[in-house]
C-alpha cells in the first residue's frame, strides 16, 4: 500500500499532485531506523537503575513521542510497540500501547522473558523497521517478563494473546532479533498488499 502525499503547486491555480510513497519510506521520514541498520542487529545495553533514571526517562519520552508520530500514519487497531534501537538508540526499552483505546503504555526497562507456556499460535505480525510486508510469526501465548524499575526494584509481570505477542515483538528488538527469523522455514513474509487481501485480526477465544 502506498501512502498518497498531497503537494501543491508554487504558482496559483497550478494543480495539486500526488506522490506516492512506501509505507517502509513514510517510517523512515517520521525517524524510525529501517532494516539493513547494523543497530537492529545487535542486543541494545541494559539501563544502569536507579542511576540512570534521567536517561531512561528520556528515552521513554522519546519512544512515546515517536508511537504518536507514527499514529499519525497508520492505524493500529491491535496495538503497537516500540523499542529504543529503532530509533537508533542502542538501550535496553521499549514501550508498548495496548490495543484497548485510553489505555496506558507500558513501559518496559531492561526486560527479559523468564517463563513462557508451551502452547503457542502463528499470527501475522508487522514492524516498523521493514513496514512493507507483513510475516506469519510462531509465538508462546503467555510470557512472564521481568523488568527494572526506575527505582532499581525488580519486578515481574504476566501477558498473554495479544498483548503478549506485542512485548516478544518489542523484546525481540532489544535482543537485536527481527521477526522474520521467528518465522518458520516455509514461511516468507508477504506484501502488504496481499496481506490486506488474505490476513485477519489476531483472534483469541
Not at 35 to 64: F, K, M, T, Y
Not at 110 to 134: H, K, W
Request: net charge negative; hydrophobic share 35%; proline share 8%.
Amino acid at each position: 500500500m502506498a501512502i498518497p502525499i498531497l503537494t501543491r503547486g508554487n504558482h496559483a491555480g497550478k494543480e495539486a499532485t500526488v506522490i506516492e510513497t512506501k509505507p517502509s519510506d513514510a517510517m523512515r521520514g517520521i525517524g524510525i531506523v529501517q532494516s539493513g541498520s547494523p543497530i537492529l542487529q545487535q542486543p541494545a545495553q541494559p539501563l544502569h537503575l536507579p542511576i540512570e533514571h534521567d536517561l531512561a526517562a528520556a528515552i521513554v519520552n522519546d519512544l512515546i513521542a515517536a508511537m504518536h508520530r507514527v499514529r499519525r500514519v497508520h492505524n493500529f487497531a491491535k496495538g503497537m510497540g516500540i523499542a529504543a534501537p529503532q530509533l537508533g538508540i542502542g538501550r535496553r526499552v521499549a514501550v508498548v500501547q495496548p490495543p484497548e483505546p485510553d489505555t496506558q503504555e507500558i513501559t518496559l526497562l531492561n526486560p527479559t522473558i523468564v517463563a513462557r507456556s508451551d502452547d503457542e499460535d502463528e499470527q501475522y505480525e508487522g514492524c516498523l523497521s521493514f513496514f512493507d510486508v507483513r510475516g506469519k510469526v510462531p509465538r508462546p501465548l503467555r510470557i512472564e517478563v521481568e523488568t527494572t524499575s526506575y527505582s532499581g526494584e525488580l519486578r515481574r509481570q504476566q501477558y498473554q494473546d495479544g498483548l503478549a505477542r506485542l512485548i516478544q515483538h518489542e523484546i525481540d528488538h532489544l535482543d537485536g532479533i527481527l521477526y522474520t527469523a521467528r518465522m518458520k522455514p516455509a514461511n516468507q513474509p508477504i506484501p502488504i498488499e496481499q496481506y490486506r487481501q488474505t490476513g485477519r485480526s489476531w483472534s483469541y477465544e
